[in-house]
């Protein structure tokens, strides 16, 4: 099966733009699955709620999912991508799951990052996987990584490849997506945005370096800190589900849950 990210730099504000970088980009891409930075179609570094209820949209029927829904249907590929969605009262940070189909699925995020406890409200769905053909997937956005549990649930739940929109700004992210899929023995798409967003008397940078990770840990292609890139690697969806580390020990079978009660009881 093969898998990729698109890495490039969003301008803000321009969602017909943006939409149209990316299909060019998918266009010329020859994969089964495609994963897209989060916020791809609007850009990051919102300054006023206005801002961020002009440009989010309602899925299935905004005109980002609509237009991603015709492209994977033209190319016969699965697309994740980021969106501001709108959601009743409330707007999400999500990414939208379009396949040769159409729509599929919506994820809201769940760990928001600095100011997009500002913008968004958190995602209030359990995470779920995806059954695409070739492959069963998950989805995760951008800092959701840092939470170890994230990766953990959807490869409990079967997922082989991890679809991770993002906008990191960190620099840990890259590295420790090796330990992410290795401690999880499943694949990972980072798919990371690139440049510099200068707003409303605020900078960010972007680091780039859109990322695909075997099970074993090992970077099977890595894209450059500032470049327009494609990346496609084909990999054995086997492997994710093979979770023996030797004859004596499996990745899930020897989890001693009932020592991690912790884990159920919250903050203190």
Aim: aromatic share 10%; glycine share 10%.
């Amino acid at each position: 099966m093969k898998v990729g990210f698109i890495q490039f730099n969003p301008i803000f504000g321009d969602i017909e733009g943006n939409i149209d970088t990316v299909t060019k980009l998918v266009e010329g891409a020859d994969a089964d699955l495609l994963v897209l930075p989060e916020l791809f179609n609007t850009g990051y570094l919102f300054t006023s709620h206005e801002e961020v209820a002009e440009l989010s949209e309602e899925t299935p029927d905004g005109k980002t999912t609509e237009a991603l829904s015709r492209l994977a249907r033209k190319k016969n590929v699965w697309i994740v991508g980021g969106i501001a969605e709108r959601g009743g009262e409330n707007i999400y940070n999500s990414a939208v799951l379009v396949g040769p189909e159409g729509y599929r699925a919506t994820y809201r995020k769940i760990h928001l990052f600095f100011e997009e406890n500002i913008w968004f409200q958190p995602g209030d769905r359990e995470f779920e996987v995806y059954d695409i053909g070739g492959c069963t997937i998950g989805i995760m956005i951008c800092f959701d990584w840092i939470f170890p549990e994230s990766m953990r649930i959807l490869s409990l739940m079967g997922a082989d490849v991890i679809c991770h929109p993002s906008n990191l700004v960190l620099p840990f992210c890259q590295d420790a997506m090796k330990t992410r899929c290795l401690e999880n023995r499943a694949f990972a798409v980072t798919a990371n945005r690139t440049g510099t967003e200068e707003r409303g008397g605020k900078s960010l940078y972007y680091t780039g370096k859109s990322q695909i990770t075997s099970t074993r840990g090992d970077v099977l292609f890595q894209a450059g800190e500032g470049t327009e890139e494609v990346g496609i690697v084909e990999i054995e969806v086997s492997e994710a589900r093979d979770k023996e580390v030797n004859e004596y020990n499996n990745l899930f079978g020897d989890r001693r849950t009932d020592f991690y009660s912790t884990l159920l009881k919250g903050n203190k």
